[in-house]
Every structure is written in structure tokens, then in C-alpha cells.
């Protein structure tokens, strides 16, 4: 069982490139999570999807966009990057229930020079 | 909005001892679910344990467990019999029963087990 599965590990963007980030779940989880990590800040959510065919924005949508392709896939486009956009980014899912927890994949961590 | 407060950025323990990380957060709801997550030096997050708030009684999960004190906010996770693997970064969770999807996160405390 992969549970939540993130491409790539690691990518290098010049500023103003663009590049998706794929995740995929195979739990059949309702809920997807696109979250960022920074030094000293703990993790904050960029967007959500809490089910196939809906998104929604979260603490810091500014400068991504999302697609929620089905319901096992949940990509996250950065149309040209910036370098405050350097971060560890994690995508997560969970069933949707109001108990149920977040499962994370292991991240991709992207540098903008 | 919610917050999330860990206000020990880094804490340190001898193998085999007790450790205690704090968390507190600010919320104006009766129902809601608290979580730790562990995030080794793999990067991945791994559930540690999860309280409901309506629930009195503490959390345990083997050498894991939890003081809420939902008066006063309040939210520590205990680790008892401290052993190598359990150091990490631990981060503190928030999210509302129901109506709103976010689960806020503190800013974490990173756990040094000292041989």
C-alpha cells in the first residue's frame, strides 16, 4: 500500500519558470491537502480539496494554483516562481470523516534561485 | 481564527527518561480534535496521537500519551522510556469537528535524545 505518493523528491527552478507538483493517493480518501513547510513556521495550508471536483484556498494561495484531476490525484502548478516560494512542500490526505487524521506523503523540497 | 503555540522550540531528554512538549491554542469552538505529529530527519509526518475534545479521558498510544486540559487550552504530549528513534520534530494540530477543513499546526519542537 503507497498511501500518498509526491513527484518529484526534489526540484531546482530558476525565478519565473513554472513546474507541477503531482500527488497521488490510492486510499480513496475523500480530502486532499497541498501544505508548505518553512524553517520556524510549522506547516501552513495552501489549498485543500475536500472532494472530487471541489478546491478550495487556504493560509497562503497566492502564486499556485491547484487541480483536482480525480479522485486519486491532487496537483499543485506554480506558474512562475518566485524565490519566496523555496520550501518543503507536503501533500496529504484523509478520508474526510471529521476524525479521521491527515495522512502525508515526503515531500518535495523546491529551491527558486 | 485558530492558533497553535509551541513555545519550546527545541528540548532535549537522556535516553530512557520522561519528556514532557508543550502546546496550547486559541479557539472560540467547544468541538474539535488535537493531534501530535512526529517528523523524523526522513521528512515524513507521522501521526503520534490524536484527543478529541469531547472526550475526557487522555490519550495513550504505548509509550505515547497526552494531558488536555481544555479549560485551560492546553494540549502536552508525554514521552515515557525515551529511546533513540523518538528524536524528531513534533508538531502540535488543531482542527474544528466540523465546517472548516484546515488543520492549523504550531511551529514545532525538535526532541534531542541525549545516549
Known amino acids: 500500500n503507497a498511501g500518498v505518493t509526491q513527484t518529484p523528491k526534489f526540484q531546482v527552478l530558476k525565478t519565473g519558470q513554472s513546474m507541477t507538483l503531482q500527488c497521488a493517493q490510492d486510499?480513496?480518501?475523500?480530502?486532499m491537502y497541498w501544505y508548505r513547510q518553512d524553517p520556524g513556521m510549522g506547516l501552513r495550508l495552501i489549498y485543500y480539496?475536500?472532494?472530487?471536483?471541489?478546491?478550495d484556498k487556504g493560509e497562503v494561495p497566492n502564486g499556485y494554483n491547484v487541480s483536482r484531476l480525480n479522485k486519486r490525484e491532487f496537483s499543485l502548478r506554480l506558474e512562475s516562481a518566485a524565490p519566496s516560494q523555496t520550501s518543503v512542500y507536503f501533500c496529504?490526505?484523509?478520508?474526510?470523516?471529521?476524525?479521521?487524521?491527515?495522512?502525508f506523503g515526503n515531500g518535495t523540497r523546491l529551491t527558486v534561485t | 481564527a485558530q492558533t497553535v503555540t509551541q513555545s519550546q522550540p527545541e528540548m532535549s531528554v537522556q535516553e530512557a527518561e520522561t519528556v514532557t512538549l508543550s502546546c496550547t491554542y486559541d479557539?472560540?469552538?467547544?468541538?474539535?480534535?488535537l493531534f501530535w505529529y512526529k517528523q523524523p530527519p526522513s521528512r515524513q509526518m507521522i501521526l503520534v496521537i490524536r484527543?478529541?475534545?469531547?472526550?475526557?479521558q487522555n490519550a495513550t498510544e504505548n509509550r505515547f500519551s497526552v494531558n488536555f486540559q481544555k479549560a485551560a487550552k492546553s494540549f502536552s504530549l508525554k514521552i515515557s522510556d525515551s529511546q533513540l528513534g523518538d528524536a524528531a520534530m513534533y508538531f502540535c494540530?488543531?482542527?474544528?469537528?466540523?465546517?472548516?477543513?484546515?488543520?492549523?499546526f504550531g511551529t514545532g519542537t525538535r526532541l534531542t535524545i541525549i545516549p
Open positions: 496529504a490526505s484523509r478520508t474526510g470523516e471529521s476524525h479521521s487524521p491527515l495522512h
Open positions: 486510499m480513496n480518501h475523500n480530502s
Open positions: 480539496s475536500a472532494s472530487e471536483g471541489t478546491t
Open positions: 479557539t472560540s469552538e467547544s468541538d474539535y480534535y
Open positions: 484527543q478529541e475534545a469531547y472526550k475526557q
Open positions: 494540530a488543531y482542527r474544528n469537528l466540523s465546517g472548516n477543513e484546515k488543520l492549523t
